[in-house]
Nanobody
């Protein structure tokens, strides 16, 4: 069983930055064999894809809405994935979740394809 714990959210003014972290753990879990995605969900809206990084960390993919403002990276030695966000906007306000799925051979942006989820961390951007 894979457990994911997010941290790093908070209240920030528009134009500010945050770095979210996602730490994974679990039994015989091999972190480097899992792609990790970040998703977000605002009240009354569907969960949407933000960014993902492949298990081997050799590539990543970001949603068009954030691609110029977000960087995703991972440290497999520490079972951790980072989401660095800059120039935050009020519309970025949401609960941010990390999720894991066994490595795919494509950039999988569908949340229903991810098997494991964290509890999320709240990001609030004030005008």
């Amino acid at each position: 069983q894979v457990q994911l714990i997010e941290s790093g959210g908070g209240l920030v003014q528009a134009g500010g930055s945050l770095r979210l972290s996602c730490v994974a753990s679990g039994g015989t879990f091999s972190f480097s064999t899992y792609d990790i995605g970040w998703f977000r969900q605002a009240p009354g809206k569907e969960r949407e894809f933000v960014a993902l990084v492949t298990g081997s960390a050799d590539s990543g993919y970001r949603a068009d809405s954030v691609k110029d403002r977000v960087t995703i990276s991972r440290d497999n030695a520490k079972n951790t994935v980072f989401l660095q966000m800059k120039n935050l906007k009020p519309e970025d306000t949401a609960r941010y979740y990390c999720a894991a799925r066994y490595s795919a051979h494509f950039y999988d942006t569908r949340p229903d394809h991810y098997n494991y989820w964290g509890q999320g961390t709240q990001v609030t951007v004030s005008p």
